[in-house]
């Protein structure tokens, strides 16, 4: 019992804090915000923008202008595939990034796409239970 309780300790830890931004200092007002995972088949995770790591975290904020975005797509039998791709981002706005992996799983290809200013922020954050996020039109 005592090393359930020490490992939701440190799920929660892991959870806690703002997330980061790029450039750092940069303010919410002044952000858009991406998706740093999607509930898709298979995982996507977002593990650096413009050459930063991110950790693993929900989401990050981003300045206005175009970033590269580095992502890891995994899939059943234990394959994965990481690419990077460049996109525009507004301040204001809400952005996810979608895997469309090939019949193969040779070839993943990823996109950015803008979910607009009125993103639910409860899709932002990845649920402990279960792949759905929480939030309505995720």
Same mark, same amino acid.
């Given at each position: 019992m005592k090393r359930a309780a020490a490992l939701l300790a440190l799920v929660l830890a892991g959870c806690a804090g703002d997330p980061p931004s790029i450039p750092a200092g940069l303010t919410?007002? &002044?952000a858009a915000v991406l998706r740093a995972w999607s509930p898709a088949e298979g995982e996507i995770r977002v593990l650096a923008v413009d050459n930063v790591e991110i950790g693993k975290?929900?989401?990050v904020y981003l300045s206005a202008g175009e970033h590269q975005v580095t992502v890891r797509w995994s899939g059943g039998q234990s394959i994965t595939r990481?690419?990077?791709v460049r996109a525009g981002f507004r301040v204001g706005n809400s952005y996810v990034v979608e895997?469309?992996?090939d019949g193969a799983? &040779?070839?993943v290809r990823f996109d950015v796409v803008?979910?607009?200013p009125d993103y639910d922020p409860e899709c932002l954050q990845q649920p402990l239970l279960g792949s759905r996020p929480k939030g309505r039109g995720c």
């Open positions: 919410k007002p &002044r975290v929900s989401h990481v690419g990077q895997a469309e992996p799983l &040779r070839t803008d979910k607009g």
